[in-house]
């Protein structure tokens, strides 16, 4: 058992300002693509205008007879690269796998060479006939080994087939959701440059440590001669967590020309190779007694990938974990198409496997005349349904209850379609949303100075989340000190080895590493009569073995989203009228930066009930709306009314923290909220993501 | 070509600018002002906002040499020397920042709203900053600060009618 989470605890829950803000207010905050470092060279990738096939031969010599250009690299005069891993081996064949991906890259003194040298480079390729669009009866689909995070593909209880043919209500339906962007505000960019043979990188990251480590081996080099720097993140989503093809097309291009390198893409090139959300066919069957208890649940996703590697995502997940019955079924089935490799986008399988699922209860409701709350507090597990373990914390029942209370559910009349305020006919929905809370090893240092300040030095990542704020504050908290004491480092890969900011486990993961070396130091300065030595003190913490240890348990976050929409009765116009979520994730450790984590979330919700989408142009291969005027995010004027509250939530089987990752969960469960609501008001189902005018208006 | 600018009060002059480049390049890459992003390029994300004789403008849309002999005005040039804009303290408390990308040029946008029309309405907000897409916040939070900000500026002027 861990110590109590809320022993000495003064700053951990505090509303405290971002310790950055200042900074980001007055334009100080310096973002990868503002360094401006002498005798900057300037390069633009060049994409592959067939989807599939072969480059034969690049025209380098007529490119570098151009003013300006100062080289052209493709395949045939690249430096060779040292990996087995197709995704990462960029410029290393001449097999395309896709359209937009890199082929070639043209290196000039200005931006403007640049970009018309790469629209004039003559490339001759040999294109094969592609396939890009994804079917759930795709000959090709198969049974990946297993699925992200590690999980299983299939997972089966009982015997569902024969449960739901025997079900007194059955509700069995396909759910689509589309491929969606991340579209994080700062476009990716990367300014490279070799020293020697030392790399420096500046470039917004997740996972400083794990962009290192796979440009030292990519390279050939001791994982300490690359420097990672990424101070500031301006957005990321998951878009910023892995080593993408232009990180390595920089530093390739740095190496080759000997001088430092910008590669900037522009919002049209995030389309391509900066990954996206897979789309997704799902099957969700729910087999119930009349009263709406399940008797049987299987959930079947068929997802995308690339030729170039494997990624699939835990779709069905979720419904692992969300609700008791005796019988049921998981299924992951892929299909490697012509495409760039999806990635992770905020809440990668729990966002849109929660749809179907959540749709589908709502469905269901429906269908025993339950209301859709009760439902879900009627089919309640006792413990992880698949895997029998014990929740560490689980407050579904109580999220349900209180955002019912908030939002005025009760006296629901569940009739669609009977509510109209002038042309507008409204309607309310609920779902649930789950994330798992997770923790990774970390390392961290903590220093003393005589003067009573400490700095804490780690390489996590501040992507806007609050990062660098709430770890102050833990540390403050563990050192008995004031945040104003505390000084936090991050963003930099000379710093602290630390996981990725991603799974919603940056926070936990990095906190208990940051707990651990203030308690050391803590602890030393006590031994040594409580005086800094002149030198400063100093101890780094590695929680390798603490986080290997922690007990089995089924560590989730949970929540309720609610959702009033207006549908216009003769254009089918839908707006989201509210928003609402209670939440329940362990102890909240900054209210301010919390509640934004949260309404962001939502937000994107929302935007991806509504607006998001990309389209995959069957003919050539690539996404069609590939810029912020065709492929659209909420917008200021979409939102009217989002509201986040949260639960206490104590949970001993965490981290020192007490607390659940916050990043993601409210994005998950918001899509099925709302479409839930557009049923109500309309009595119109919507299966299929976004939600559209054409769908509505029949 | 050589471009003159009043830039935060500045005078500056800049030579040898392409015709194609865009006040935002010129304003990030020559000048060493990289407040202002660039996130687009083709006028949708109002990152690069900012004041042109006045006037809020999406400095990827305007041409260096259109700004010539004009006076610019970017979120490095919204504080008065060490003391902040209540916009700017207001986005910080009220936690309307996260990422920050989008802030300098969401800053530019809100600041003239404020100026322009005193203490706006929710519905005139979200409309005025409809062309500054965020992320991150989910834009309450903004509304929130924008309110804050009107409010207090709003109290500093009676207050200084008062005693005068
Ligand atoms: S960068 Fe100018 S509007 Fe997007
Ligand atoms: S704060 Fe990140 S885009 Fe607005």
Redesign the pocket.
């Known amino acids: 058992m861990t110590a109590p989470v809320t022993a000495g605890r003064r700053y951990a829950g505090a509303a405290l300002d971002r310790v950055e803000g200042l900074d980001k207010v007055t334009g100080r905050a310096a973002y990868a693509a503002d360094h401006r470092p002498a005798d900057l060279v300037h390069a633009v990738a060049v994409p592959a205008t067939i989807a599939r096939g072969e480059v034969v031969q690049v025209d380098v010599d007529a490119m570098l007879k151009r003013p300006g250009v100062v080289a052209a690299i493709w395949h045939g005069n690249a430096p060779r690269l040292a990996t087995s891993d197709e995704e990462l081996a960029v410029l290393q064949s001449r097999r395309v796998a896709y359209r937009g991906q890199y082929v070639a890259v043209v290196v000039a003194e200005t931006p403007e060479d640049a970009r018309e040298a790469a629209r004039t480079l003559r490339i001759e390729y040999v294109a094969e006939e592609h396939d890009v669009i994804l079917r759930a009866d795709h000959p090709r689909a198969y049974r990946p080994e297993n699925v992200n995070a590690g999980h299983p593909s299939d997972t089966g209880q009982g015997d569902p087939d024969a449960a739901l043919a025997a079900a007194p209500v059955v509700v069995d339906e396909e759910y689509g959701t589309p491929a969606e962007h991340n579209n994080p505000?700062e476009p990716h960019a990367t300014i490279a440059d070799w020293h020697g043979d030392g790399l420096i990188v500046h470039e917004p990251s997740q996972n400083v440590s794990g962009l290192r480590a796979t440009l030292a081996s990519l390279f050939g080099m001791p994982p300490g001669h690359v420097h990672v720097v990424s101070p500031h993140v301006?957005?990321g989503f998951g878009s910023k967590a892995k080593t993408l093809p232009h990180t390595i097309l920089a530093a390739l291009t740095a190496k080759q020309v000997g001088r430092p390198v910008k590669l900037a893409l522009t919002r049209r090139q995030l389309f391509v190779a900066t990954g996206y959300r897979t789309p997704t066919v799902q099957r969700v069957r729910l087999g119930a007694e009349p009263d709406g208890r399940l008797i049987a649940i299987t959930h079947d996703a068929v997802m995308q990938s690339s030729t170039l590697s494997e990624f699939t995502e835990q779709t069905a997940v979720p419904s692992r974990v969300m609700y008791a019955a005796p019988h049921r079924r998981t299924t992951h089935r892929v299909v490697r198409l012509d495409v760039p490799t999806p990635s992770w986008m905020r809440a990668p399988g729990e966002c849109p496997g929660m749809f179907a699922l959540e749709s589908a209860m709502d469905e269901l409701a429906i269908a025993c005349g339950v209301d859709p709350v009760e439902l879900r507090v009627r089919n309640e597990p006792a413990a992880g349904p698949e895997s029998g373990l014990p929740f560490s914390s689980r407050n579904l029942v109580a999220c349900l209850r209180e955002g019912a209370r908030r939002f005025g559910w009760a006296g629901r009349d569940p009739r669609p379609g009977v509510r109209r305020r002038g042309r507008t006919l409204i309607g309310t929905g609920v779902a649930a949303s789950t994330f798992p809370a997770l923790r990774a090893p970390s390392s961290a240092t903590v220093r003393a100075e005589p003067g009573g300040r400490y700095t804490v030095r780690i390489a996590a990542a501040d992507i806007?989340t609050g990062a660098r704020t709430v770890l102050t504050q833990i540390a403050a908290d563990a050192l008995g000190t004031a945040p104003a004491a505390v000084t936090v480092e991050l963003g930099d890969s000379a710093l602290p080895p630390a996981p990725v900011a991603g799974g919603s486990m940056g926070t936990a993961s990095w906190g208990t590493a940051v707990v651990r070396a203030c308690e050391e130091l803590a602890a030393r300065l006590e031994a040594a009569g409580g005086t800094v030595p002149d030198g400063g003190l100093e101890v780094t913490a590695d929680t390798g073995r603490e986080v290997r240890a922690q007990e089995r348990y089924s560590r989730h976050a949970f929540g309720a989203q609610f959702a009033e929409v207006g549908v216009d009765a003769d254009t089918g116009e839908t707006r989201v009228l509210r928003l609402l979520g209670v939440f329940a994730a362990g102890r909240v450790l900054n209210p301010k930066t919390a509640r934004s984590q949260f309404i962001g979330g939502m937000t994107m919700g929302l935007s991806m009930a509504l607006l998001e989408e990309s389209i995959m142009d069957g003919r050539f291969g690539d996404f069609l709306n590939c810029d912020l005027a065709q492929y659209h995010i909420a917008a200021h004027a979409d939102v009217r009314d989002v509201q986040a509250y949260w639960l206490e939530e104590e949970d001993p089987h965490l981290n020192p923290m007490g607390s659940k990752g916050i990043g993601e969960i409210g994005i998950v469960g918001t899509a099925a909220a709302i479409a839930n609501a557009v049923h109500h008001a309309t009595g119109v189902r919507i299966r299929e993501l976004p939600i559209r005018l054409d769908k509505l208006v029949r | 070509m050589r471009v003159h600018l009043t830039v935060n009060g500045r005078d500056e002059t800049v030579d040898g600018v392409w015709e194609g480049e865009s006040l935002l390049y010129v304003l990030r890459e020559r000048m060493g002002l990289p407040g202002a992003k660039n996130a687009c390029e083709q006028g949708e994300c109002g990152s690069c906002t900012v004041y042109l004789d006045g006037l809020p403008v999406c400095a990827c849309l305007v041409a260096a040499g259109q700004a010539d002999g004009r006076r610019v005005r970017t979120v490095e040039g919204l504080a008065d020397g060490g003391r902040l804009h209540p916009i700017q303290e207001a986005f910080v408390e009220c936690g309307a920042?996260?990422?920050?990308?989008?802030?300098p040029g969401l800053l530019v946008q809100a600041h003239d709203l404020i100026e322009r029309v005193g203490e706006p309405s929710d519905a005139e907000i979200r409309e005025a900053l409809a062309g500054n897409l965020?992320?991150?916040?989910g834009y309450e939070k903004i509304l929130d600060a924008v309110r804050l900000a009107a409010a207090r500026r709003g109290a500093a002027r009676t207050g200084t009618e008062d005693r005068s």
């Open positions: 505000m301006g957005g806007g | 920042v996260q990422c920050g990308f989008c802030t965020c992320r991150c916040t």
